[in-house]
Nanobody
Framework: QVQLVESGGGEVQAGGSLRLSCAASGRTISNYPVGWFRQAPGKERDFVAAVSWSGGSTYYSDSVKGRFTISRDNAKNAVYLQVNGLKPEDTAVYYC????????????????????WGQGTQVTVSS
């Protein structure tokens, strides 16, 4: 079983930056694709970014492309989301998710494609 714990959220002003971390325990996720999603109050949980297990392929939602960067350190069993140029509309709880490996080095963008989820970390952006 994999446990995921997010950290690094907080309250920042518009234009600010944060580095969100997703630490895994229970087993290695070095061969698991990982994604970040976010959920604002009263809204659905939306895809933000994803990375293949090797780190060689990444994908971003249009709303964060050019501002957010997903990366992973398989030696540390962790995945990161660098969030720059924050806007008030980025305010949400951010979740990381991992998908059990099936040998294909690709990313995934749908919630239903992920098997493990963290509890989330709150990001609040003030104008």
């Amino acid at each position: 079983q994999v446990q995921l714990v997010e950290s690094g959220g907080g309250e920042v002003q518009a234009g600010g930056s944060l580095r969100l971390s997703c630490a895994a325990s229970g087993r290695t996720i070095s061969n698991y694709p990982v994604g970040w999603f976010r959920q604002a109050p009263g809204k659905e949980r939306d895809f933000v970014a994803a990375v293949s297990w090797s780190g060689g392929s990444t994908y971003y939602s249009d709303s964060v492309k050019g501002r957010f960067t997903i990366s992973r350190d398989n030696a540390k069993n962790a995945v990161y989301l660098q969030v720059n140029g924050l806007k008030p509309e980025d305010t949400a709880v951010y979740y990381c998710a991992a998908r059990r490996a099936y040998g294909v080095d690709q990313y995934y963008t749908r919630r239903s494609e992920y098997d493990y989820w963290g509890q989330g970390t709150q990001v609040t952006v003030s104008s």
